[in-house]
């Protein structure tokens, strides 16, 4: 039996992880008496101040928002992009006044489980993707379609949440990852953004967006010179909701980041981008009043990291180097042993930045393929290849939308026929084998397809 490859699993390699940076950064911070009080009482609730203003003096240098440099009063701490998008339902969602969730399809699938537990069991409902990352026109037809549905009806249920505690519900959430999307890899243009938003305005619609790959970005093309710059990408949602904010003082747009994919998931923290008042309320919280800051005496380790400018320098000299070679490696190993068999790379549309040339996406962990019409369900042949080549890849029918019947019909004959291959955790040798044998694998399919 081979050696098993886990091509499905979307963590960053433990060598990779910053562990000199962090020792050292820990122990500066606990050699500093008052560093260790701030991180080892409760915190304050919107978190560890020096990591928020470190956050936001580094989102606006890496992002160059129109509207200027992000005031730390738009930024919270939190315990990771997984435990945020919690506390955003916690806050922003009632079971009875939210009527729907919208989630982009294929969806980073854990997700489904978090507003499960918000009680939107049975209320989420697909939105497929197309070359953009999002298909903006169906997604009004059906908030058009729902909405004069409820107008008939005129059920509405008394909030499930004590009247005047909550400032603002949201009627709908739409969640998503508008920059290589996990799992599609797909980049919004900036207009599909635009629309996204104008949308979410006209319907009351909250649009929490996973923020977590950004960082993680090169040329698309391999032969382009080691040091050349980074891709550009669109204005994140956050930054368009700011700049066109108005009267509103709420908005529509959170970005929820997290250091789980550039330090290490175990580190558990990440922030909060949105409004003033958005943030200001969503830092109420029950768990936080009661317990204090999420992470907050990891909050006090990071710090020094970004202060000092040793995450920033471990990102370009250490995980955009090893990421963009590992790229290339599985593109070239899709290329040679898959894409003969009829195996396509489906990551979505070139993209462009304020007017400049396209850009192709490449970045985050993760690209998506399809497999030939001719070859069974793509369950079926991710079962055959842990079975027999000892490869574990994600298949598309766990990206469905839970509870959405029109989800998995619609899966059959777009995403559902796919996988999503992801370079993050094997070294190149690994990737290269792993995609070796699912090349083998379709090729025996699809003689056996011949022959029968």
Not at 74 to 100: K, M, W
Not at 145 to 163: I, Y
């Amino acid at each position: 039996m081979p050696t098993p490859i886990n091509l499905q699993l979307g963590w960053p390699s433990p060598r990779l992880f910053p562990r000199e940076e962090l020792a050292l950064s820990t122990a500066s911070s606990l050699s500093n008496l008052e560093t260790v009080k701030q991180g080892l009482l409760y915190g304050p609730s919107l978190g560890h101040a020096p990591l928020r203003k470190s956050i936001a003096s580094w989102l606006s240098s890496f992002y160059l928002p129109k509207s200027g440099p992000i005031p730390i009063e738009r930024i919270s701490i939190s315990g990771g992009a997984s435990q945020n998008l919690a506390n955003i339902l916690d806050v922003f969602s009632d079971p009875h006044i939210t009527q729907r969730i919208w989630m982009v399809e294929p969806t980073y699938f854990l997700a489904c489980t978090i507003f499960e537990d918000a009680g939107f069991s049975g209320k989420m409902r697909g939105v497929p993707e197309n070359e953009n990352g999002i298909d903006v026109k169906f997604l009004r037809e059906e908030l058009k379609a729902f909405t004069r549905q409820q107008e008939m009806h005129n059920g509405v249920l008394p909030p499930v949440k004590p009247p005047g505690s909550y400032d603002k519900i949201f009627k709908h959430i739409l969640y998503l990852t508008p920059t290589f999307s996990n799992p599609s890899a797909k980049t919004m243009p900036t207009s599909v953004r635009e629309e996204v938003l104008a949308l979410a305005r006209e319907f009351d619609i909250l649009v929490v967006s996973d923020d977590v790959y950004e960082w993680l970005r090169w040329p698309a093309d391999k032969s382009a010179p080691v040091d050349s710059k980074l891709a550009p990408i669109p204005p994140r949602l956050v930054d368009l909701d700011r700049a066109t904010l108005g009267e509103d003082p709420w908005g529509n747009s959170i970005s929820n980041g997290s250091f789980s994919k550039i330090i290490g998931p175990g580190v558990r923290v990440g922030w909060t981008e949105a409004s003033t008042k958005m943030i200001s309320r969503l830092s109420l919280n029950g768990a936080t009043q009661s317990g204090g800051a999420p992470s907050q005496l990891t909050s006090t380790f990071i710090d020094p990291l970004l202060r000092t400018g040793a995450l920033q320098k471990h990102i370009e000299e250490i995980l955009i180097p090893t990421y963009r070679s590992r790229f290339h490696v599985l593109m070239s190993a899709i290329q040679n042993h898959l894409e003969p068999l009829g195996v396509k790379v489906t990551t979505g549309a070139p993209y462009t930045v304020a007017g400049k040339d396209e850009v192709l996406p490449a970045g985050g962990f993760f690209t998506y393929i399809s497999f030939p019409e001719s070859l069974p369900s793509a369950d079926v042949i991710a079962k055959k290849a842990m079975e027999d080549y000892a490869l574990k890849i994600a298949y598309g029918e766990m990206f469905v939308i839970r509870g959405d019947k029109s989800s998995l019909e619609r899966s059959k004959s777009t995403f559902g026929r796919g996988a999503r291959l992801c370079w993050a955790w094997h070294e190149e040798e690994e990737i290269e084998d792993g995609v070796r044998r699912l090349g083998e694998l379709v090729k025996a399919m699809l003689t056996e397809a011949t022959n029968s």
